[in-house]
């Protein structure tokens, strides 16, 4: 397999053979301002008794795409590209690399790596965040998961963490949802943000100023509000009964505001998108701090991280323990 030029390099001083059988020609100088950790490496150079070309030949147990990017992150921009980090595959052996060589920046960047997947996969963030032992990223993941059912799709990661840690999470996300239960029977949340029942602010939620039909599903200040309102609120609800998160409500704004202009009034489509969208940024930010009350059981969740010993093999599925 070829390697990238900046591992071709005629001033290499050293090869770097990665576990399945890559080599890199490596200027040293490089490893050594990155970290002192490469010392050893650079020793066991000095003493190899394989040599390809001129060059001593070094065995490392990181494979070939993992050698790459620590390689990348090492050497100057000049010379070769930030590494990238897009593959799940990649976070853990490159983490792992980090760490063994005390590259605390690289592992920086592949915690924020990690970050930039989570509105999307949040559970298999949370998985490997687990099994990094990331205890700021499983907490983050964990309230992303909140945006997805409680009975998540299956995700190839979800070998790296045990039956226990899924259960907390699924209590977890039950609990949220719990907590938001009385959103809907006790409507103080509302009208508290909106003090004066006169105000041009409040009024487009109530019935009466126009020929709209009117709910009596809810009231507010003995009120009752418009149907449509009624609808997007009633849809809320359920919906966070099994994604019990602000960004839910936040997604049915679309709806609502497509449904008001297909009604036709003029009094009701006036301001509506802007009406809707700070009335859905109000709710979401009433789910938010409810939900940020459930505190996510990391007692149970950590148990044991200081005893693990998995390696990540390259279809991301869990490996055998360490040798020691």
């Known amino acids: 397999m070829a390697v990238a030029p900046p591992f071709l390099h005629t001033k290499a001083d050293i090869i770097l053979r990665s576990s399945d059988g890559v080599d890199f020609r490596v200027i040293t100088l490089f490893l050594k301002l990155a970290s002192s950790s490469f010392d050893s490496i650079i020793q066991q150079a000095a003493q190899s008794n394989q040599i390809e070309g001129d060059l001593p030949v ?40 980090a760490r063994k060589y005390s590259l605390k920046p690289l592992e920086h960047k592949v ?41 998540p799709e299956s995700v190839p990661e979800i070998d790296l963490i045990t039956a226990k ?46 020929g709209c039909e009117s709910s009596s599903r809810f009231l507010l200040n003995s009120q009752r509000p418009l149907k449509w309102w009624s609808d997007y609120m009633e849809k809320s ?9 602000g960004h839910t409500v936040l997604m049915g704004v679309g709806d609502a505001v497509r449904g008001v202009r297909t009604i ?8 509506i998108l ?10 979401s930010r009433k789910v938010d701090t ?35």
């Open 165 to 210: 840690q899924l259960l907390t999470l699924l209590t977890y996300h039950q609990r949220c949802s719990k907590s938001l239960q009385s959103l809907g029977a006790d409507l103080s949340w509302i009208t508290s943000s909106y003090p004066n029942v006169n105000a041009t602010e409040y009024q487009w939620i109530i019935s009466g100023s126009c």
């Open 264 to 271: 036709g009034c003029s009094r009701c489509c006036s301001n």
């Open 111 to 151: 915690r924020q790596a990690l970050k930039s997947h989570m509105e999307k996969e949040p559970l298999r963030c949370f998985a490997i965040a687990m099994r990094a032992q990331l205890d700021i990223e499983v907490t983050l993941a964990a309230k992303y998961t909140l945006r997805q059912s409680l009975i």
């Open 237 to 245: 609800l359920v919906s966070l009964h099994d994604k019990p998160s």
């Open 58 to 97: 070094v065995p490392v147990v990181e494979n070939h795409r993992v050698l790459d990017i620590w390689l990348r992150f090492c050497y100057p921009s000049t010379l070769a590209e930030d590494p990238p980090l897009h593959e799940f595959e990649d976070i853990i052996p490159v983490l792992e690399a």
């Open 274 to 283: 802007v009406n809707m969208t700070g009335f859905a940024e109000l709710f």
């Open 290 to 324: 409810l939900t940020a009350k459930v505190h996510l059981d990391m007692l149970t969740l950590t148990r044991g991280w200081m005893k693990q010993g998995v390696s990540w093999d390259k279809k991301g599925g869990k490996g055998g323990k360490k040798k020691k």
